[in-house]
């Protein structure tokens, strides 16, 4: 498996307000990267000037020349009133990339979605059901790396854990490189083969098990991370691909 991203000393301010500081790190094609840090850290910042919505940065970011991107934000607002269901939004896409309804179809089975949730105003559906119309979305062109933006961040436990489970399964099923900004540390462990940490600066980078020490937790996030010291002492990291 060949480098899919290289970045090098990748540094984001907006004016004088510094927001990411010399991040180099690099990722291989089928790996799970997940992004944590505190609030303001600048997960989100990172993720948008990977997908080259912020064109001003310093540094170098370099994709594989057959790379694919997909995106999934935290959330959309949007109107409980628009009229627009799922398969709207979905079928507006396609149309642009000039797919075919044989696509659509194929992207929102992928994801579990019913005829009955596809024919759903976007404002009625529930967190979960959104979540998974927004992935089909993003599956649209067969993307081979897709971003994630705290995709679970609204979402009960529940629901939670069957979105994470959906990404897992389409990374497997489809060979995808997926970014995964997270703030639940089961997740990375669970899921993620390397793990970013960010707080401005590059806090750690490398396999979940090896980067997340308490010392790396503490720096990281400026207080003892109790949920780290649990899980570390008492459940076995899964293995991952």
Request: proline share 5%.
């Amino acid at each position: 498996m060949g480098k899919i991203l290289t970045v090098t000393d990748l540094s984001v301010a907006f004016g004088e307000r510094a927001v990411l500081k010399n991040l180099s790190f690099d990722l291989d094609a089928g790996s799970s990267l997940a992004v944590i840090g505190p609030n303001g850290s600048g997960k989100t910042v990172l993720l948008k000037t990977l997908l080259g919505l912020i064109p001003s940065y310093q540094g170098k970011i370099a994709w594989a020349p057959e790379v694919k991107l997909g995106y999934v934000p935290q959330k959309i607002d949007a109107d409980r009133h628009l009229p627009m269901n799922a398969q709207n939004l979905i079928e507006a896409k396609a149309h642009i990339l000039k797919l075919s309804r044989k696509d659509v179809a194929a992207a929102t089975k992928s994801v579990g979605l019913t005829p009955e949730v596809l024919g759903t105003p976007v404002g009625h559906l529930s967190g979960g059901q959104f979540q998974k119309a927004l992935i089909a979305f993003a599956l649209l062109g067969d993307p081979n790396v897709i971003l994630f933006d705290e995709p679970t961040a609204s979402l009960d436990e529940l629901s939670e854990e069957h979105i994470y489970d959906l990404i897992h399964r389409l990374q497997d099923e489809r060979g995808i490189t997926t970014i995964l900004v997270s703030h639940d540390l089961s997740v990375v462990y669970k899921y993620a083969s390397r793990v970013l940490c960010v707080n401005k600066e590059m806090i750690c980078f490398g396999a979940p098990e090896e980067a997340l020490t308490p010392a790396v937790l503490d720096k990281l996030y400026a207080t003892p991370h109790k949920y780290y010291h649990h899980f570390y002492h008492h459940e076995e990291p899964a293995k991952k691909n």
